[in-house]
């Protein structure tokens, strides 16, 4: 079983930078690959960022390339988003997401387990 707790959400405005912080328990976390998702009020769940157990490989959505930045450190079990440039757009609340398979895939429907969320608010 994986637990995964995120952090690091808040208010910033438009441009200014937040990393989002996801720390997981459980032994095999380090051989699942993870993955950021969000959600805005009245939107679906959409996916922002994934990356591989090992790190070497990632994907990102059209719209946050170029401007997040997606990264683990498993000696730690914690993920990361950094995110730049932020945009009002990008408001909604980050889940974390492990599955039980190390391609980082985009569906939201490939992951196993989801942290609580939490918020992002960027002012214009």
């Known amino acids: 079983q994986v637990q995964l707790v995120e952090s690091g959400g808040g208010l910033v405005q438009a441009g200014g930078s937040l990393r989002l912080s996801c720390a997981a328990s459980?032994?095999?976390?380090?051989?699942?690959?993870m993955a950021w998702f969000r959600q805005a009020p009245g939107k679906e769940r959409e996916f922002v960022a994934a990356?591989?157990?090992?790190?070497?490989?990632?994907r990102y959505a059209d719209s946050v390339k170029g401007r997040f930045t997606i990264s683990r450190d498993n000696a730690k079990k914690t993920g990361y988003l950094q995110m730049n440039d932020l945009k009002p757009e990008d408001t909604a609340v980050y889940y974390c997401?492990?599955?039980?398979?190390?391609?980082?895939?985009?569906?939201?429907?490939?992951?196993?387990?989801w942290g609580q969320g939490t918020q992002v608010t960027v002012s214009s």
């Open positions: 997401a492990a599955r039980r398979a190390t391609a980082p895939l985009a569906p939201a429907r490939d992951y196993d387990y």
């Open positions: 990356v591989s157990w090992s790190a070497s490989n990632t």
């Open positions: 459980g032994r095999t976390f380090n051989s699942f690959a």
